[in-house]
């Protein structure tokens, strides 16, 4: 609702910036309230596909991130360059393997 509300605002807010001083026909008013409703109209749906389908969904999958509960690394993947997200999974692997070293000496002066 309140989407619709600003929807409507915007749209008399910029028809008053579009509205010519002065009509001389009722064709001119028909052809600049057409032109106007059409421009208004591809307006949303450009804004519709920069938004929900460009730009939320760029972030929503732009990374990929997964904490390893076993060694408690934060590891992020980025999806957009392969190149990358090989270079951030060896960066990964080698925190984890450190992880992993550390806990086995934990584990062995335990033990000892």
Do not use: H
């Amino acid at each position: 609702m309140l989407a619709c509300k600003r929807a409507t605002g915007v749209f008399f807010l910029q028809w008053s910036f579009w509205w010519p001083r002065s009509i001389s026909s009722f064709a001119d008013f028909y052809f600049l309230t057409i032109n106007f409703l059409f421009l208004f109209y591809l307006q949303i749906w450009i804004f519709y596909i920069i938004f929900y389908v460009i730009l939320i969904p760029m972030l929503k999958y732009n990374r990929i991130i997964f904490k390893e509960k076993k060694f408690s690394t934060l590891c992020i993947y980025n999806t957009f360059s392969a190149e990358f997200k090989l270079d951030n999974k060896k960066k990964c692997l080698k925190k984890e393997q450190k992880n992993f070293v550390l806990l086995k000496k934990r584990e062995n002066l335990n033990l000892n």
